[in-house]
């Protein structure tokens, strides 16, 4: 998915920042190549997929102005899942040009937009775990970024473009967001089930008192 912006990219927008705005932040391959997930505009799943899995879950992604995603990543995730000897493949000749409005070249929308991919990372590893949600992320930290901010600071540094400077320092700051907004996803997550937790083994106490109440009730009538 190639960003068909509606003025034009702005200069300190990263290219390994454009999955923010639905599109692929990868060099785009000679040959087809096996991939975690799809990017959902552009994609074609056999039935049976959905008839085996469900489909998309109904808790994961965007509903109405909120800027989470992932939902596509998630049923891709339980796919694997469920056949770990299968792949989706990524075609590099099947492209589409995804139209971004000017709304989403700010940097207002960047900045949430990472921080909202946190949250969803954060969601769906409660459903499909920690290590399946993050195995791409964790190359994409490791490499892909790293080599992102280093050619920002080459293009200022040696080929004078100070918009170079811009895109290394969009990279940390995307980083940050997304970081931040996986740790409070995961902060609240626990929060919520430590309280559902708290109250199912309040319920069950309860009970057990009533039973036992009930007990002694029932050895002093006797």
């Not at 995730?77 to 000017?102: C, D």
């Amino acid at each position: 998915m190639e960003p068909l912006w509606s003025n034009e990219c702005p200069v300190w927008f990263p290219k390994e920042f454009y999955w923010v705005v639905g599109c692929s932040y990868q060099d785009v391959p000679e040959t087809p190549i096996a991939v975690r997930n799809t990017f959902i505009g552009c994609t074609c799943i056999p039935r049976e997929v959905f008839e085996a899995i469900g489909g998309f879950n109904s808790g994961v992604g965007r509903v109405g102005a909120n800027a989470l995603g992932c939902e596509e990543t998630e049923l891709c995730i339980r796919a694997s899942q469920r056949w770990p000897q299968k792949i989706f493949l990524f075609e590099p000749k099947a492209r589409i040009h995804h139209r971004v409005s000017l709304s989403r070249a700010r940097w207002r929308y960047f900045l949430s937009r990472c921080y909202a991919e946190g949250l969803s990372k954060a969601t769906i590893a409660k459903h499909v775990g920690a290590k399946d949600s993050l195995s791409s992320e964790c190359a994409y930290t490791l490499c892909v970024l790293p080599r992102g901010v280093f050619r920002g600071l080459k293009d200022t540094l040696f080929h004078g473009d100070v918009a170079g400077l811009m895109r290394a320092g969009a990279i940390i700051a995307g980083f940050v967001m997304t970081a931040s907004g996986y740790l409070a996803g995961s902060v609240t997550l626990a929060f919520f089930i430590r309280k559902v937790l708290t109250m199912s083994m309040g319920h069950k106490l309860a009970q057990d008192n009533m039973l036992i109440t009930k007990g002694l009730g029932g050895e002093e009538h006797s």
